[in-house]
């Protein structure tokens, strides 16, 4: 993954990312707890090590294809993002995000979920991709809209978050309907 936007690229998960994805989710525990259901006090280094080096099958079964997303200039893990639960028949899939909270604000979801969605309807040859999350869930609404994205409707109690049921909203984008910021190309190994 050779593309940039302000800044932040993404790239799929190593090994030599656990230490950065541990480090991020401990940063970020009350933030994501409230928004993702594995996000738990139970959640350490085992449990991370363990998700990081499942990766790699995750995209070999082409079943999820996940990426870190990366502060360009200091190659700093910022968070993660992926496309998963995967409809190949109907060509559609599930776009996820989360920030290192000490990342929020500087355009790192917008960019990690921008070149996620945009690896989707490029790679592999999905023609929508959808965005479901929590109603209180303002930030990542509003990334999901930043892309593009449009609101199609709320599903009541779809979301199991903190033991409670939560109702979440559906987003949707298709591939006409990205809004492509200006991207950078830059040479493999360069930053």
Known sequence: MNQYVKDFTIRPFGPEDINGHLA????????????????SPAY?????????MSRTAAWAQAS???FVVEHAPTRTFAG????NRIDWPHQV???????????TGRGAATAGAM???RFAFANLGLRRVEILAAEDNAASIRV????????????RQRLRLGGARKDAVLLSILPRE???????RRPMGTA
Do not use: F, H, M
């Not at 350490?44 to 990081?52: C, L, R």
């Open 24 to 39: 991020a989710v401990a940063a970020s525990r009350p933030q994501l707890a409230a928004a993702l259901s594995w996000a």
């Open 44 to 52: 350490g280094p085992n449990e991370s090590a363990a998700w990081v």
């Open 64 to 66: 999820e294809y996940s």
């Open 80 to 83: 993660s993002c992926s496309i």
């Open 93 to 103: 899939g599930n776009l996820t995000y989360w920030i290192d909270s000490r990342w």
């Open 115 to 117: 070149l996620a969605a």
């Open 144 to 155: 999901a809209e930043k892309l593009g994205a449009v609101r199609e409707g709320v599903l």
């Open 178 to 184: 990205l809004n492509e910021p200006a991207v950078e």
